[in-house]
């Protein structure tokens, strides 16, 4: 299975953009799904996570700015970012958890990334 994150771009201070996430096959239990961010010169970070009950957690810098979503069938997931700030620039990388057959163990997947760039 792979994920193709999308939505990324340029956008001025303050403004708004949504990431999309989808995996390319169904998965039978998606336990974890995240969207992680690695600036220029900076460690990959955690941005927002959402658990297979619903619980969501957010990184302090993004709190009340990013809401993280995904639809019913969980077979894409959402990143809606308002009040976007310079230090928001960074590629953004999505990430889910689970196990794609009865059979299978849990996997750990990442996208391929998407470069979102704030402008001062």
């Known amino acids: 299975v792979q994920l193709q994150a999308s939505g990324g771009g340029l956008v001025q201070t303050g403004g708004s953009l949504r990431l999309s996430c989808a995996a390319s096959?169904?998965?039978?239990?998606?336990?974890?799904m995240g969207w992680y961010r690695r600036a220029p010169g900076l460690q990959r970070e955690m941005v927002a996570t959402?658990?297979?009950?619903?619980?969501?957690n957010y990184a302090d810098s993004v709190k009340g700015r990013f809401t993280i979503s995904a639809d019913s069938a969980r077979e894409t997931m959402y990143l809606q970012m308002n009040y976007l700030k310079p230090e928001d620039t960074a590629v953004y990388y999505c990430?889910?958890?689970?196990?794609?057959?009865?059979?299978?163990?849990?996997?750990?997947?990442w996208g391929r990334g998407t470069q979102v760039t704030v402008s001062s």
């Open positions: 959402l658990t297979s009950t619903g619980s969501t």
């Open positions: 990430n889910i958890i689970g196990v794609q057959s009865v059979t299978a163990g849990t996997r750990s997947i």
């Open positions: 096959e169904r998965f039978h239990r998606i336990d974890h």
